[in-house]
Structures are given as structure tokens and as C-alpha cells.
Nanobody
Framework: QVQLVESGGGLVQPGGSLRLSCAAS????????MRWYRQAPGKERELVAN????????NYADSVKGRFTISRDNAKNRVYLQMNNLKPDDTAVYYC?????????WGKGTLVTVSS
């Protein structure tokens, strides 16, 4: 059974940091491209960052470049999103996604709220 379970969300003040974690099971994690998406209230879901399985190369949305870092640990079947210098506009539900050809899996999300 495929599972993606996000954790690490919460309430943080502007300028603060959080580290999201996604625990994966039920598929060959090391072969999948892993991605973090987010969806703010009233907005469409958007891609935040991804990390390619084969090369480990990463890509980021312009809005988070220089502040967020995606990483993965294939031995632990986990992907992480380190978020620094958080802004109120970063408030959203953050979702973990795993992609390999037609296989496209989602977690249930973790809420990040940036507010003073």
C-alpha cells in the first residue's frame, strides 16, 4: 500500500524556519522524482520544489528560491523541505508528491501558517 505522510508543519513567525518531512512507503522510493506542492486558501495548488531521482538535481519555484531547500534520503525513504525566512505568503497546506511515469502519488498534506 502506497503511503506518503507529511509532518513538520505548524505556526511560525515571519522570518522563522520549519523543516517538513515526508515519509514514503509501498513503492521503490529511490526511483521516483519527489516534489513538494502547496495550496494556499482560495488558490490553486502550485509546485514548490522537486528533486530528480537519477541525478539528485533540484528545481524551485521563483517565489522560494534562496529560501527553501529540498533534499532526500533514499536509505530512509524520506524527502525534506527546509524552509527559511518564511513569509506570510508561504502560508499553505504543503503536499508531498511522488512521480514515476504514470505513477503519481500524493500525501494528505501538512499545514504551515506564517503569522505574527
Amino acid at each position: 500500500q502506497v503511503q506518503l505522510v507529511e509532518s513538520g508543519g505548524g505556526l511560525v513567525q515571519p522570518g522563522g524556519s520549519l523543516r517538513l518531512s515526508c515519509a514514503a512507503s509501498g513503492f521503490t522510493f529511490s526511483t521516483y522524482t519527489m516534489r513538494w506542492y502547496r495550496q494556499a486558501p482560495g488558490k490553486e495548488r502550485e509546485l514548490v520544489a522537486n528533486i530528480i531521482s537519477a541525478t539528485g538535481s533540484t528545481n524551485y519555484a521563483d517565489s522560494v528560491k534562496g529560501r527553501f531547500t529540498i533534499s532526500r534520503d533514499n536509505a530512509k525513504n524520506r524527502v525534506y523541505l527546509q524552509m527559511n525566512n518564511l513569509k506570510p505568503d508561504d502560508t499553505a497546506v504543503y503536499y508531498c508528491n511522488a512521480l514515476y511515469y504514470a505513477n503519481n502519488y500524493w500525501g494528505k498534506g501538512t499545514l504551515v501558517t506564517v503569522s505574527s
